[in-house]
């Protein structure tokens, strides 16, 4: 049973607009959220984080919103530049459960960003 | 040098056999994981140590082992391996201070034949 999903397998998107990537989760203990970005060969690294004490954390060019009550996150890009394309996953845990916890993935979505 | 290291990068190996896969860190982080990726799957944790006398099964463990060595190596083993554990492996380390901000290894890329 997928806790995390993804339901976009990819997104194509022109230069200079909004990338807009979805995830929704089914566990209602989750309570911390994450994004990371793979590119072809490479591991998955941290891109983004947001606490469920909040609905919107922004560093630079990305933001994520949180929409608990419909157990929903996203997360924008803008504006979009050809070196976003990769593999975005979104992750979620239970901080608020100890240190006994660990992230759980999304099964990913591949941003194309055309130039 | 690269803070997670995973050997090999590729490997190819017939069914039946047994193979290891290793990782090293110079993070200095407690915690380490595997996960393997498969395509519309996404990474699924296969097992997770938060110190070196401690481990744990994630999801998918059947089928393989883990050996926690010393704080900075963590290895995976498929004692005997067949077609469907063919996937991009990934190792995995975080410690409790980072907000769960894994930091991941390039990956070994690993067909069954």
């Known amino acids: 049973d997928q806790q995390v999903k993804q339901n976009s397998p990819s997104l194509s998107v022109q230069e200079g607009r909004i990338s807009i990537l979805n995830c929704d989760y089914t566990?209602?203990?989750?309570?911390?959220f994450l994004w990371y970005k793979k590119y072809p060969a490479e591991g998955p690294t941290f891109l983004i984080s947001?606490?469920?004490i909040k609905d919107k954390n922004e560093d630079g060019r990305f933001t994520v919103f949180l929409n608990k009550s419909a157990k929903h996150l996203s997360l924008h890009i803008v504006p979009s530049q050809p070196g976003d394309s990769a593999v975005y996953f979104c992750?979620?845990?239970?901080w608020g459960g100890g240190a006994t916890n660990k992230l759980i993935f999304g099964t990913g979505t591949l941003l194309a960003v055309q130039p | 040098d690269a803070d997670v290291t995973q050997t090999p990068r590729n490997r190819i190996t017939k069914t039946g056999k047994r193979i290891m896969l290793e990782c090293s860190q110079t993070?200095?982080?407690?915690?380490m994981y595997w996960y393997r990726q498969d395509p519309g799957l996404g990474l699924r944790l296969i097992y997770y140590?938060?110190?070196?006398?401690?481990?744990n099964k994630g999801e998918i463990s059947d089928g393989y082992s883990v050996s926690r060595q010393a704080q900075a190596k963590f290895s995976l083993s498929l004692e005997s391996a067949i077609p469907n554990q063919t996937a991009l492996y990934f190792c995995?380390?975080?410690?409790?201070?980072?907000?769960?901000?894994?930091?991941f290894g390039s990956g070994t890329r690993l067909t069954v034949v």
């Open positions: 992750a979620a845990t239970s």
């Open positions: 140590s938060f110190d070196v006398k401690d481990i």
């Open positions: 566990n209602s203990m989750f309570d911390y």
């Open positions: 993070k200095g982080h407690d915690r």
């Open positions: 995995a380390t975080s410690d409790f201070a980072t907000n769960y901000g894994y930091t």
């Open positions: 947001i606490s469920s």
